[in-house]
């Protein structure tokens, strides 16, 4: 017995050894004993069963029995938006093409949440318009409210039932009464720009933003922002420019921040991204605190029947100047870009310009020679249907209901609470089933042809959540379209300019690397 308990000991010295010396021989009872080889095994363990979980979220949709692709870890289907190769929007048009058999697509969007993008032009009426807009009213927009408590009073960011609330205060100041009350305002502006049109290479964006924001501190505050003019006179930079033209350009956060709005709140408050910089918070603030009456936007708000505390008039002041200018800015870039592209429709709007004129002694900025400009305003409708602001809307689930069929002899989906449904606006102006043709530039699809029926035009949304500053995005682009075309034609600035690519990073729609275009003088006919 004692040479077997020597010999056991004997036996166990030495296969203690081979741990410390050759892990490949370690049996279970062994691996409390060689730490290094436990925490490997553990490693192993939490990635397979990583890897499982993984898989099984990945293949949510098809254990449905539904057509999807793959969900790769973190990613989803996003890979290309996740490495800023490609927009978001460029992303859900290739889904969209790659499944034209499909009423809906089932996929998913970063950090794999499952996520349904829907195709049929009947759904989207019915999910913007008709029977299931209760069901998922709200805008899949992920703002702090706490932190960002100016942005929450932004119709289009709130949720339940406050968004008809913020809504309703808004509408009454873009009636067609108020537009003829704003239009001094613009034509102001646009005096202003016509005396500094460029004389050489010009970056589009850049003077598009001078003058709207030009615009909107007239027509909300009553203010000059001092965006144009001549520079010599002004003694420091406008705070206006410094503050709110790179907003919401691409910058080194802008991909972040973009993944926060739109899918994830945690990334929003981990990298604490404001939708508004507090500082802009407490200008905005400052400058409704500072109001002086007269007639712009704000004072028939705070003159309105629901009485409107202090903070409610500053976050109406916040959505009215951000919601103004930047998207009326990137409008009036790009339809400019595409008639230096298409110098026949350029052409077809000079000579529109100048029947207009004729008849209202050269006065363009009149109410009614405005209204006349039909060509015009189809060429920005149509450069707005290419150049979309946002490049798909968002809707979260709110109330479960149920989808048809994805295809036909398919079983109908049963949308659960807190589903995002994609409707992937820019992929749907570029179908060629709705479009012919659809990346030419052709105003006249605006102009000849009856109203869109469906949701084949989303350029400012559709049904009770569709954009309210509608007339007042068109009545200023149109303004300086008219302002700029009256005297000049548009080129590119360079002989062989590649095409405008859109960046990858940002929210809105935004160039790459910018909107370069020179202005040439002609003769009016």
């Given at each position: 017995m004692e040479s077997r308990s020597v010999l056991h000991t004997q036996l166990f010295s030495a296969i203690q050894l081979h741990c410390e010396c050759n892990w490949s021989g370690l049996v279970p009872f062994q691996?409390?004993?060689?730490?290094?080889?436990?925490?490997?095994?553990?490693?192993?363990i939490l990635l397979a069963a990583t890897l499982l979980v993984w898989k099984r979220q990945g293949n949510h949709w098809r254990r449905l029995g539904l057509e999807a692709p793959f969900g790769w870890p973190l990613v989803g289907n996003m890979l290309d938006f996740a490495l800023a190769r490609?927009?978001?929007?460029?992303?859900?048009?290739?889904?969209?093409?790659?499944?034209?058999?499909?009423?809906?697509?089932?996929?998913?969007?970063l950090f794999n949440e499952p996520a349904i993008l829907v195709r049929d032009q009947e759904l989207l009426r019915h999910i913007l318009v008709g029977s299931n807009f209760?069901?998922?009213?709200?805008?899949?927009?992920?703002?702090?409210h706490q932190r960002d408590v100016l942005a929450s009073h932004n119709p289009f960011i709130a949720n339940g039932n406050r968004w008809r609330l913020l809504r309703a205060d808004l509408v009454p100041l873009f009636t067609p009464s108020r537009m003829r009350q704003t239009l001094p305002h613009v034509a102001q502006a646009c005096q202003l720009l016509r005396d500094q049109v460029p004389l050489g290479r010009f970056e589009a964006k850049d003077l598009a933003t001078r003058y709207t924001l030009q615009v909107v501190a007239s027509a909300i505050f009553g203010l000059d922002a001092h965006c144009l003019g001549s520079r010599e006179k002004v003694a420091s930079p406008s705070r206006w420019l410094e503050w709110l033209a790179p907003l919401f350009q691409p910058s080194a956060w802008s991909l972040l921040e973009t993944m926060s709005l739109l899918h994830s709140s945690r990334l929003g408050r981990l990298i604490g991204h404001r939708y508004v910089p507090l500082p802009l918070q407490h200008w905005f603030r400052e400058l409704v605190a500072a109001r002086s009456g007269g007639?712009?936007?704000?004072?028939w708000l705070a003159e309105s029947k629901r009485g409107l505390e202090m903070e409610e008039l500053a976050g109406h002041a916040t959505t009215l100047l951000l919601e103004g200018y930047e998207t009326s800015a990137m409008l009036l870039a790009f339809v400019l870009y595409e008639l230096a592209l298409n110098e026949e429709a350029q052409q077809r709007l000079h000579f529109e310009l100048d029947a207009v004129a004729q008849r209202h002694a050269g006065n363009l900025l009149d109410q009614v020679a405005l209204g006349e400009l039909r060509y015009a305003e189809a060429a920005l409708l149509e450069a707005l249907r290419l150049h979309p602001a946002m490049q798909a809307l968002q809707k979260r689930c709110t109330k479960s209901f149920t989808l048809p069929a994805q295809k036909s002899g398919a079983g109908e989906l049963k949308v659960h609470v807190g589903t995002?449904?994609?409707?992937?606006?820019?992929?749907?102006?570029?179908d060629s089933e709705l479009y012919p043709a659809p990346k030419e530039?052709?105003?006249?699809?605006?102009?000849?042809?009856?109203?869109?029926?469906?949701?084949?035009?989303?350029?400012?949304?559709?049904?009770?959540r569709m954009c309210?500053?509608?007339?007042?995005?068109?009545?200023?682009?149109?303004a300086a379209l008219a302002t700029l075309l009256q005297d000049h034609c548009v080129l590119l600035a360079?002989?062989?300019?590649?095409?405008?690519?859109?960046?990858?990073?940002?929210?809105?729609?935004?160039?790459?690397k910018g909107i370069w275009l020179r202005f040439e003088r002609r003769t009016p006919g």
């Open positions: 691996l409390f004993r060689c730490p290094k080889m436990l925490l490997l095994l553990l490693l192993f490609r927009s978001y929007g460029e992303v859900y048009q290739e889904i969209y093409t790659q499944n034209s058999g499909l009423r809906y697509v089932c996929f998913y969007r209760a069901n998922c009213a709200d805008n899949a927009v992920y703002v702090d007639d712009n936007l704000l004072q995002v449904l994609v409707l992937p606006v820019q992929a749907i102006h570029l530039f052709r105003p006249d699809r605006f102009l000849h042809q009856p109203p869109p029926v469906g949701c084949r035009f989303l350029g400012f949304g559709a049904g009770p309210p500053g509608m007339r007042l995005g068109l009545l200023q682009t149109k360079d002989e062989g300019q590649c095409r405008v690519e859109v960046s990858p990073l940002t929210f809105l729609t935004a160039s790459r």
